[in-house]
C-alpha cells in the first residue's frame, strides 16, 4: 500500500559529503514521522535523525552538527544531509515513516535501504 524508496548511497571519502533521500507513495492519507535508522556492519540497527510532520528535527548525538533531516510535504520527500562524513558513518541507511493510509491504517513503513561507504 505505501512504499518508500531511498536513493543517495555511495562511496566518499572521509570529510566528504552525501545526499540521501527518501520518497514516499501509495494509498498515503498523511505522512507524520519520518526518519533515518542506520545498521553497520555487525551492529544494530541505530536511530539517527527524526523530523516530523511540522519539521521538528532530532538528531543522535554521533551526527549532531553533522547530519541535517529536511522534508518536502509536496514531494512526500524526506532527506538527509550528510556532511564531514567519517568512516564509523558506514552503514546501510533507512528511511522509516509513520503513515496512516486512505483506508484508515496506521502503518510503520521502512524502506529498503542505501549504503554508505566512507572510506579514503
Known amino acids: 500500500q505505501v512504499q518508500l524508496v531511498e536513493s543517495g548511497g555511495g562511496l566518499v571519502q572521509p570529510g566528504g559529503s552525501l545526499r540521501l533521500s527518501c520518497a514516499a507513495s501509495?494509498?498515503?492519507?498523511?505522512?507524520?514521522?519520518m526518519a533515518w535508522y542506520r545498521q553497520a556492519p555487525g551492529k544494530q540497527r541505530e536511530l539517527v535523525a527524526t523530523?516530523?510532520?511540522?519539521?521538528?528535527?532530532n538528531y543522535a548525538d554521533s551526527v549532531k552538527g553533522r547530519f541535517t533531516i529536511s522534508r518536502d510535504n509536496a514531494k512526500k520527500t524526506v532527506y538527509l544531509q550528510m556532511n564531514r562524513l567519517k568512516p564509523e558513518d558506514t552503514a546501510v541507511h533507512y528511511c522509516?515513516?509513520?503513515?496512516?493510509?486512505?483506508?484508515?491504517?496506521?502503518?510503520?513503513?521502512w524502506g529498503q535501504g542505501t549504503l554508505v561507504t566512507v572510506s579514503s
Open positions: 523530523i516530523t510532520s511540522g519539521g521538528t528535527t
Open positions: 522509516n515513516a509513520q503513515v496512516r493510509t486512505f483506508s484508515g491504517r496506521r502503518l510503520e513503513v
Open positions: 501509495g494509498n498515503i492519507l498523511s505522512l507524520n514521522d
